[in-house]
């Protein structure tokens, strides 16, 4: 990265900031209009031989339509799938390891649990460092983090002699105890450092401070498995952005849904893993935030998979551990554990491809296999034979045989109703009767998976906001909406590129955590405030590299407490400068009432424990408005069509009138049911509800009084 | 629209927020659990039942074993407390292993759900706690009355309001009160969850839950028999041998397959031992159904139904059907060898489907004073499994339970000891035309300054795993301590510096290398 630390001399034009996300089929990008919020939308094919060629196209389409240069760019946000990808398609770096004497066999060894209880034939993941890159050190630290065995210099040569024999690139030092004492991971990193100049290194106390070696192995050996890849990556980038002549700085989002440098990007790029994610779901909350409401279900339905996350008072829940390059789809157990915080979402096997088929009891099941793209749904004419969820959408009227994908491809209303009815004919029901179920039993999968979600945190349906966005999202989400009985749903504009969006307007975000299980009428408060304060200054260090505003970044202290003997944890969240009050009391008073929260009654005679300590640092929320650039709801609210639409509350079709959406003028109110089109989706609203478009052009459904 | 009202669509809709509902109760359960075994090895189930005590859901995530006894929990409570003995409010309370679990350490709580003045169903969950007295687990105790508490069959509330009694009774009888009364006030906490959601349901739907249960179960049931039905008729039988004390156990099956029934019968089986080994009728039936399912049908769901063409058998006083007092903690040492001789009995029917037999997990208990505070930790380790026509056992993990290891770091927070490795023991499956998984190989050192308790569940140190097929078995499990080999039946006190060495069999070969 070249990016110079000023920013480049404005002039009298507007400052421009770029968001460019690189997706399966599409690499998306948008500007915007620093002040005015006014957008411009790029689009071109993903490249995948060399992503970078897709984002100069885009960024130089961007350019040209905004009759601008690169001066006036003053930063580029992007979001990336690389390292997922690397994961699943186990393209990463050839990475060593080195552990604790007696703990090579971690990675294979796992946790021993099968995620399948009655599946006998069960396929594990494969370890990402083979054994034969494995080094044991006997240098060992005890529980407290007190030396049992020093690291002596013979030990590191020993293990840099076997680094060099393995030729590696990568290497991730994971050693017990390390959460509470890094003295020896770091020895070995300098060291290793100084021997191999080249060698991308990752340290288990800095990737993820935190007990539990397997899953901290795991991390680390990620983190260093896709380093070398992502390194190589955001440099060619950087070179792509500086070559559009643009002089801003690179930023990219992280899966907590924050963003950070690229410099700092490629030390932990593990911290990406969720990127492309986390940007539609702050996009959803900054929805949410600009009509007023801050707490959201973000609802996202594509091809395959849909995805909910919840976010409370305008900031998306964090979860501390994400599973990677799962073997068996959606299978809870079958992927590499990550220690990363990330946008807590959850993955249903739910999305347009998803197939129908009949199960051994005789009843329908909707997922999680999916048609995908090719052959894709029967409807699309390329071979399916099997009745999927775009087949009954298309069938119920949902869909338009020919405005999909705003007319680039026709849907085959024939195909479709051949499929359903060769199941139907199965199970002794219509074509109709079919195509209702199959959109009722996916609803019912992902309300179901929504609702065990919520309850897990402890919160109740009813007080939220849904936004729905995906190529399916606002299809289905109406009906998603009534079954947890929210009150309310948004769908956003740019649903196509909504990830887009939502790297615009995406805070500067850090964190860090500490590990270290202790009574809380025992803590070390002199450890405690040195810790936290050491973790700061080296946050700042990041954010600073990123180029924010220090003054504006609120730092909070989130930590992990339970009842000792418990395995799970419960959070509180108090402010950084808090803590220098030893905040005892305080703590013991919230820990008591969140427990109290969630499961009605406290533990009497049971003593607390404090097991982590987790520094973020984050500017506060706030939303922005995007507006288009060239033209949009300038028309009149006049229908282009009527067609006939299945209402599944009355179990009948109804005439709805269809509207061209980006034709609706701001304040427009129609009522349900209705149908608004555009390119990239359909929102779909079956039953009777106020609608009303927003002044950013968002739209809103409104359902009333929860029942 | 034709659409009626149980249609396999409405059924499908229906049952999905039944499954989410006892997962949600189950959640709650695990989020609030004192007990490692829970949190790590899922060593707990929560069940829904029907006014009848058929079992309608089940949480997904629990052990084989809770799958087959808990609906059972339910009705034997019902045949004590008949429902015109209840009240709402009330939470009833056992741990007999002839009417639970099969052993004292799994509490069990079952709460019935009122509706409009009248019992529709019952909430249960049972789980293992983290102490129930005596003396610790192992498999030299020779009755019950060593193994700990006896909780009979009680009511913990009665409409609503606590017996101190019980409660006092049972805190003064484990080590650690507050962990143990915590985890029950959780299961009760679990029930109270289970029974609101159910409630929101039935409002929603109007439905009523026997009619629900019924479909359920009866299309459950039709796909067990399908699956059963595809075999053919016969009797099949294995032998298979345990270690043993002063001699080997033995266990013989016979499978009837008789159209659509499978009964499995077990004459021919070792007699009861004054050991803990012995196995109640609840755990032989549910170990067996277990091996059955994931043979056969491992896609049907567990509910009353898909268990209902599968019946067991095995002469009273044998160790598949032992007389009170018999001591059962470590019942699942016998329990877990009924899967694999179930498939190895089926051997030459399926040679494509059945896995070659390996070896359940072993454990090590300890518990004692460090730095000022009493611990007891337990912990699993898991062993290899058997091979396959086509493919290799899998090295180092959980069968048929589905136990799962704790952290090296999780170990040494909790209790003074060293682990001086955790490794995959090399060569230890059998060989075969397929290999069988490897063992592990686990070793600490106890740095404690007060000596501690110590006792371990080993199996297969004596009679390794069978190959199937020509395959060679596993090599057997190994327990020493200081280097010298020691019985895994008595109690060991542990002093500074001891060193603990545990090796698990591998599992066996399949075929002729």
């Known amino acids: 990265m070249n990016a110079p630390a000023s920013l480049p001399a404005a002039g009298t034009a507007p400052r421009l900031r770029i968001a460019v996300d690189i997706g399966g089929t599409f690499t998306d990008g948008i500007a915007e209009e620093s002040g005015t919020g006014r957008i411009w939308v790029g689009k071109c094919l993903t490249t995948p031989a060399d992503p970078g060629e897709g984002v100069s196209e885009v960024i130089a389409q961007l350019l040209d339509k905004m009759a601008a240069d690169g001066e006036r760019v003053e930063e580029v946000v992007h979001g990336t799938t690389l390292v997922t990808n690397t994961l699943i398609e186990r393209r990463g770096a050839p990475t060593g390891l080195v552990v604790t004497k007696g703990t090579r066999d971690t990675l294979d060894i796992a946790r021993e649990v099968r995620y399948d209880l009655y599946d006998l034939r069960l396929e594990l993941p494969e370890p990402l460092v ?270 338009d045989a020919n405005s999909f994908l705003g007319g680039e491809m026709s849907l085959r209303t024939d195909l479709a109703e051949a499929a359903l009815g060769r199941l139907g004919a199965r199970l002794g029901l219509s074509v109709t009767e079919v195509a209702a179920g199959i959109a009722d039993i996916v609803n019912e999968n992902m309300a179901a998976a929504a609702r065990v979600h919520i309850a897990e945190k402890g ?38 590129a909504g990830s887009c969006l939502g790297l615009l307007a995406a805070p500067p975000r850090v964190d860090r955590a500490w590990s270290k299980p202790t009574l809380l009428e025992a803590l070390d408060w002199d450890e405690v405030t040195a810790m936290l304060s050491g973790l700061r200054v080296d946050a700042e260090t990041e954010l600073t590299s990123a180029s924010a505003d220090l003054g504006a970044i609120a730092w909070s202290v989130l930590i992990e407490m339970r009842y000792a003997g418990q395995g799970s944890v419960i959070s509180i969240t108090l402010p950084y400068d808090e803590i220098a009050s030893r905040p005892v009391a305080a703590m013991r008073e919230s820990f008591e009432a969140a427990y109290r929260d969630l499961y009605g009654n406290t533990v009497p005679n049971a003593r607390i424990e404090v097991v982590t300590w987790r520094l973020t640092g984050q500017s506060g929320v706030e939303s922005r408005r995007f507006s288009w650039a060239e033209g949009r709801g300038g028309g009149a609210a006049t229908p282009k069509a009527h067609r006939e639409v299945y209402l599944p509350a009355e179990r009948r079709f109804a005439s709805a009138p269809v509207y061209d959406r980006y034709a609706l003028p701001p304040g427009t109110r129609l009522d349900g049911p209705v149908i608004l089109e555009e390119r990239e989706s359909t929102l779909v609203v079956p039953l009777t509800a106020a609608v009303e478009i927003l002044p950013d052009l968002a739209v809103c459904v409104d359902f009333g009084e929860p029942a | 629209m034709s659409r009626n009202d149980l249609d396999p669509v409405t059924l499908e809709i229906l049952w999905t927020r039944l499954v989410s509902a006892v997962d949600e109760a189950s959640a709650a359960f695990v989020r609030t659990s004192f007990s490692t075994l829970v949190r790590e090895a899922n060593d707990f189930a929560v069940v829904l039942t029907d006014k009848e005590g058929r079992s309608v859901a089940q949480s997904s995530m629990s052990i084989p074993s809770f799958i087959g006894t808990l609906p059972a929990t339910v009705k034997h409570f019902i045949r004590h407390f008949p429902p015109e003995t209840l009240a709402p409010g009330d939470v009833l309370i056992t741990n007999d292993p002839w009417m639970g679990t099969g052993h004292i350490h799994d509490i069990t709580v079952v709460m019935p759900i009122f509706r ?75 029930c109270r969850m289970l029974e609101g959601r159910l409630n929101e349901l039935l409002d929603d739907s109007g439905l009523d839950l026997d009619r629900l249960s019924g479909e359920i179960r009866g299309r459950s049931e039709a796909a067990m028999r399908a699956a059963v039905a595809a075999l053919p008729d016969g009797d099949y039988r294995y032998r298979l041998e345990h270690d043993g004390f002063e001699e080997r156990i033995v266990i013989q099956n016979r499978v009837e397959i008789r159209g659509d029934r499978v009964h499995i019968d077990y004459t021919g089986t070792s007699e009861q031992l004054p050991r803990s080994v012995n196995t109640v009728p609840i755990y032989t039936f549910a170990y067996t159904a277990f091996g059955v399912k994931a043979l056969l049908s491992p896609d049907i769901p567990n509910n009353e139904g898909s268990f209902l063409p599968i019946s067991t058998s095995a002469p009273e006083g044998t160790i598949l059907n032992p007389r009170y007092p018999a001591a059962s903690g470590a019942r699942g040492m016998i329990g877990h060898l009924l899967p694999v001789a179930f498939m190895a009995a089926l051997a030459d029917v399926l040679p494509d489907r059945v896995m070659a037999p390996g070896s359940a997990n072993s454990s090590f208990t300890m518990a004692g004073e460090d730095e000022g505070r009493r611990y007891a930790t337990a912990n699993f380790l898991n062993a290899g499994q058997g091979a396959f026509a086509d493919r290799d056992g899998l090295s180092v993990v959980s069968f048929p339970s589905n136990l799962g290891n704790t952290p090296i770091e999780v170990i040494e927070a909790g209790a003074p000891v060293r682990v001086l490795h955790r490794a995959v023991r090399p060569g230890s499956g059998g060989g075969g035309a397929h290999r069988g998984g490897d063992g592990l190989d686990f070793a600490f050192e106890f740095v404690g300054d007060t000596p501690a308790v110590c006792s371990f569940l080993m199996t297969r140190l004596k009679a390794a795993p069978p190959g199937l097929a020509g395959g060679d078995p596993g090599v057997v499990g190994r327990l020493t301590l200081n280097g010298t080999d020691i019985d895994p039946a008595d109690h060991w006190i542990l002093k500074k510096g001891d060193r603990v060495v545990m090796q698990t069999a591998g599992g066996g070969g399949y075929g002729k290398a």
Request: include cysteine; hydrophobic fraction near 45%; aromatic fraction near 4%.
């Open chain 1, 130 to 399: 083979p054994g034969e890159a494995r080094a044991e050190v006997g240098a060992r630290m005890d529980r407290t983090g007190a030396e049992i065995t020093p690291l002596d210099e013979a030990m590191v040569e020993a293990v840099a002699d076997a680094i060099g024999a393995m030729g590696v690139s990568a290497v991730a030092v994971c050693l017990l105890h390390a959460y509470v004492n890094e003295a020896h991971e770091e020895a070995l990193g300098k060291a290793l450092a100084a021997r191999f100049p080249d060698l991308a290194i990752s340290l288990s106390s800095r990737v993820a401070r935190e007990i539990r070696e397997y899953e901290r192995m795991s991390t680390t050996s990620a983190n260093a498995y896709v380093q070398p890849l992502v390194r190589d990556y955001l440099n060619a980038l950087g070179e792509r952005i500086g070559g559009a002549g643009i002089a801003g700085l690179l930023r990219i989002m992280l899966s907590s849904g924050g963003f950070t440098s690229a410099e700092a990007a490629a030390d932990t790029p593990i911290l990406l893993l969720e990127s492309g994610p986390a940007a539609g779901v702050i996009s959803a909350l900054n929805t949410g935030i600009e009509a007023g409401f801050d707490t959201i279900l973000a609802f996202d339905m594509g091809g395959t998979t849909a995805k909910a996350c919840v976010a409370t008072g305008g900031a998306p829940d964090i979860a501390h551990t994400f599973e990677a390059a799962r073997v068996k789809r959606f299978k809870k157990g079958s992927g590499l554990p990550i220690l990363i915080p990330s946008i807590d979402l959850i993955e249903i096997g739910a999305g347009g491809g998803s197939i129908a088929t009949i199960d051994a009891l005789g009843l329908l099941k909707v997922g999680p296999r999916s048609a995908g793209s090719v052959p894709g749904p029967a409807a699309y004419g390329r071979g399916g034979e099997e009745a999927t969820v775009t087949d009954a959408d298309l069938v119920l009227g949902y869909l």
């Open chain 1, 459 to 496: 919160l109740d349906p009813r007080a939220f906001t849904m936004v729905a966005t995906g190529g399916a999202g606002p299809v289905h989400a109406v009906e998603v909406a009534r079954r947890l009985r929210v009150r309310r749903l948004l769908c956003p504009i740019a649903a196509g």
């Open chain 2, 116 to 190: 409009d003045g009248s019992i529709h169903g019952y909430a249960a969950v049972t789980s293992h706690m983290p102490d129930i007295g005596g003396r610790l687990r192992s498999s030299g105790t020779r009755e019950i009355f060593e193994e700990g508490l006896q909780i009979p069959m009680l009511k913990l509330v009665r409409a609503g309001v606590v017996d101190d009694t019980v409660v006092a009774f049972i805190s003064q009888n484990v080590r650690v009160p507050e962990q143990t009364m915590g985890d029950v006030w959780g299961e009760v906490a679990a």
